[in-house]
């Protein structure tokens, strides 16, 4: 007896020690679960023939172990959260959040200083976003927004109405959806995908991205990030964004300190080819780069100037689409529209190389000046191609 004992002993210790490797190996099946039913079936008579002993202590030990992993994992697991589309979001938003209760720009004489007192004018509220879902609704841009991948940049109504836009007026705002796709970004994008410059939106002008205690778009700064959509990604915003609404010709003729360039313009007769709605990026010369340009060339004044020569000039100082001063490089060539190169020097102020080595300084305190079809960046000298 003492004999069978110590046998039956050895034998369940060898049957343990493989217990973790059958555990390993095990994938849980109906067809296994029931495989463990009818062993503890049967275990649950009374006998001490060892040789079912074994099996159904082998069989509790993986039961066990097997409803602890499976009752841990689902502890572990959270369940998704039930996403939708962003402008379901935006309707059923409820989290708390700080923003300003005026005109965040109201009564500050620079956008850095509002920057510095916006905490002061800031009260905590649940935002809302009526106007903003009737804006979609008048101009029939509902549907793409529910059903397109996008980034939507979301006024609260506290930031249209600032503007004296309600939902109730909101319908009546001229060319109200140039300006909502002026708040929407092709894709998913995050707050972690942003980095510093401008970034396209689907009106085809640009919003720029800068950081200063916060995220800011253009002006507006960014109150709640990253609120996930099923379709997309909405960044909740406290002053709605305003596209440009002016053309490249309007800046011209309308900046006092290009007027020359204006002349130069309507002398070769190029105001037309900058009204259309192709997208070019102007690198303009101001007065003083005009009027050096004249020294230099021996002109007394543009009148001196054959129209050929000055229209191949000006053709050089244009390149297609928008090229803003975050996408420039140290050393990027770029092909005018004359046909010509030109070439970017940004290993000190940021500049122009002509074709004949001549070095144009651009103007940092004009650049990036946005039009309804392109960019404008203001030049201190002009640029000549090879004539």
């Known amino acids: 007896m003492q004999s ?3 046998t039956a002993v050895s034998t369940i210790r060898s049957s343990h020690l493989t217990i973790q490797s059958e555990i390993r190996s095990l994938t849980l099946t109906p067809k296994t679960f029931a495989g463990f039913v009818d062993t503890f079936h049967s275990c649950s008579t009374k006998t001490y023939n060892y040789e079912k002993v074994i099996p159904c202590t082998v069989a509790v030990l993986i039961f066990t172990f097997v409803f602890t992993a499976c009752n841990q994992r689902e ?47 800031r009260a905590r509220r649940i935002p809302t ?4 879902f009737v804006a979609l609704k008048k101009t029939d841009l509902f549907n793409s927004v529910v059903r397109n991948k996008l980034t939507v940049f979301a006024p609260t109504d506290a930031a249209f109405a600032s503007l004296g836009i309600y939902p109730w007026n909101v ?15 092709d894709g998913k994008v995050f707050s972690r995908d942003l980095t510093e410059g401008f970034v396209p939106t689907l009106h085809g002008a640009a919003v720029e991205v800068s950081f200063n205690n916060g995220i800011f778009i253009n002006e507006s700064e ?3 990030a990253d609120l996930r959509a099923l379709n997309g990604v909405i960044h909740v915003i406290d002053r709605v964004l305003l596209p440009p609404t002016n053309s490249i010709v309007d800046i011209e003729v309308g900046t006092d300190r290009f007027s020359i360039l204006r002349d130069a313009l309507i002398k070769a007769d190029l105001v037309g080819a900058f009204t259309d709605d192709v997208n070019y990026n102007v690198f303009a010369p101001n007065n003083d780069a005009f009027i050096d340009l004249l020294g230099e060339l021996g002109f007394a004044s543009l009148d001196d100037i054959p129209v050929d020569i000055l229209t191949n000039v ?28 030109i070439t970017f020097d940004l290993s000190g102020a940021p500049s122009i190389v002509d074709e004949n080595g001549r ?29």
């Open 4 to 6: 069978e004992n110590c």
């Open 75 to 121: 502890d572990v697991v959270a369940p998704k959260p039930d996403l939708q589309d962003i402008p379901t979001t935006l309707e059923n938003f409820n989290e708390e959040l700080s923003y300003p209760i005026t005109d965040p720009l109201e009564g500050f004489s620079s956008l850095e200083e509002a920057r510095k007192h916006r905490k002061r004018y």
């Open 129 to 132: 976003f009526f106007t903003l």
């Open 171 to 185: 319908g009546r705002v001229p060319d109200l959806d140039k300006i909502l796709l002026y708040h929407v970004v």
């Open 222 to 224: 960014v109150i709640r």
């Open 314 to 341: 000006l053709l050089y100082h244009v390149v297609d689409g928008r090229v803003f001063s975050s996408d420039l490089s140290d050393g990027l060539m770029v092909n005018a529209l004359n046909g010509g190169t």
């Open 359 to 387: 070095v144009a300084p651009l103007e940092t305190s004009a650049l990036n000046i946005q039009a309804t079809n392109g960019v404008i960046h203001e030049l201190n000298r002009v640029i000549l191609p090879t004539l």
